[in-house]
C-alpha cells in the first residue's frame, strides 16, 4: 500500500507495516460504523482536514475526492463552508490547497 502514498505517511507504512495495518483497521471500521454515504465521508473528511489545518490531509482528500468522482464544484464548496466557523483566512488557504491538487 505504501507505494500509493507520498511522503511521510508512505515512509511510516513502509518502515512500519505493522503500525500502518492497525491504523488502516481503525479507518475501516470507523468508515463502517455508520449511515453516510462513501461520498458524504469523503466531504466530512475534507472538512475536518481543513478544519484541523493540516495541508497535507486537505491535499491527501481531495487526491482521493477526485480519483472518486467527486466534482471539484463540490470540493471548493467544502472550503467556502469554512468561512463561518473558521474564518476567511483558513477557508481561503484550504480553497489554496485544494487547487494545488487540481
Known sequence: ?????????GDLAAKNP???D??????KATAECGSLTDR???????????GAGSEGAVHSHTR???SEGIEDSAIIQ???????PLGLPR???AKT???DVA
Open 18 to 20: 505493522e503500525i500502518w
Open 1 to 9: 500500500m505504501s507505494e500509493n502514498m507520498p511522503g511521510a505517511a
Open 22 to 27: 492497525a491504523y488502516s483497521a481503525l479507518g
Open 78 to 84: 467544502v472550503a467556502m463552508l469554512a468561512i463561518g
Open 64 to 66: 482521493r475526492a477526485k
Open 91 to 93: 477557508a481561503v488557504a
Open 97 to 99: 490547497w485544494i487547487e
Open 40 to 50: 458524504e465521508k469523503r466531504l466530512v473528511k475534507l472538512a475536518l482536514a481543513i
